[in-house]
């Protein structure tokens, strides 16, 4: 089978779509990823094809808050889309593919999938195009509001409203007759069941996979990582890219609160997520810029974090406790549906994060272990990427 995979975002939306690429090739399929530049993510020997777009350089140039995205619409967010949109198009019909499996970020891909005459399969990330009344999309309202959470899925569909003119180039582009794109052949979550129980109202189209990791693949720390991660305990923090509010004044409560505790601190800056003020550096504090979460966390006695659904996968399957600082988008969604399956202690927004706050939320969490080793447990059990894998398989 010949799949295109295209996706766009940051890091956490490009990671299970470098899985998923891995294991087709390694199964015998031919694969092409399309990605956007300098996502942070390994593609080793990957058939990757670019779609012109740098989502790390938007979030380092404009930062992650609504309002900036808001501000910078014309002269930012579009023209990334854009390239995501019409740069997506264009790799398609060059490699001819049997399917296309895509983001939801990638609107045009039904309408070429469709111009090709080829299934098309969404993937969810996180979700928010698929209605239920069990729980409100992601990146919407952040607690549920009953029968009224299957409206909170129209949202999604704004965005093809949006990106009108650059859908219409695609249509002309790929010599599209119809305005109304096809349903996909299926939709597919990388998300754990154990931690998001599949609701009896979704179609039996919809698949959750559990998470799509390279699980054979365990990165090697830096000598200094491994020995600081093998040296007695410590708590993980990091944050991504969400440079938002005072980052500084972050770190430094981070850092007070490992002291207050008798522990040590593994600071993950990411792209300005976090920073340690010079007068907290110390021996017990080792700050680094990225790390693998799956050879870190299963080190840590606890991981202070921003939610995000990569981060969330890594810190359950270590079985180590976590307290969620969300910011924008899915992060607000993870915080409170892990806290009200008692795996998490309930969110702390980021301008709320004091040492008494942060000192607290500990405590909680660690009282939440017991759940969390039975989710690990259950985790330990899945393959994600192998039954996409599977899935993909029977619908070509």
Known sequence: MRILLATAGSRGDVEPFAALAERARAAGHEVRL???????????????ASMGVDYTRMIEDQGVSITAALRNYRTVV????????????????????????????????????????????????VPTLTPTRAFPAAGTVTRGI???????????????MMFRSELGEVRKMAGARKRKFSAPAATLMPIS????????????SVHLTGPWTRAHRLAALELEVAEFV?????????????????????????????????????IATGLGGIEVPPDRLGADVLVVQTVSHTAVLPHATAAVHHGGIGTVHAAMA?????????????QPFWGSRLYEMGLTPAPIPQRALTVPALSAALDEAEQCRPRITEVAKAMSAEDGTLTALTLLAAIH
Not at 34 to 48: I, Q, W
């Open 34 to 48: 399309v990605a956007p530049e300098n996502s942070g993510v390994e593609m080793g020997d990957l058939d990757v």
């Open 78 to 125: 579009r023209p990334v889309m854009r390239g995501v949109i019409v740069g997506g198009a264009r790799a398609a019909p060059e490699y001819e593919p049997d399917l296309i499996v895509y983001h939801p970020k990638v609107l045009s891909a039904p309408l070429v999938a469709d111009a090709l005459g080829v299934p098309h399969v969404v993937v969810e990330i």
């Open 146 to 160: 009953g029968p009224l959470n299957r409206l909170t899925y129209q949202a999604a569909g704004a965005a093809s």
């Open 193 to 204: 069941p154990a931690i998001l129980p599949r609701p009896d109202d979704w179609p039996e």
């Open 230 to 266: 093998t040296d007695g305990s410590f708590i993980y923090a990091g944050f991504g890219s969400m440079a938002a509010g005072d980052v500084t004044l972050r770190g430094g409560a981070i850092v007070d609160v490992a002291r207050e505790r008798g522990s040590r601190c593994l």
């Open 318 to 330: 270590a079985a180590t406790p976590s307290v969620i600082v969300p910011f924008i988008a899915d």
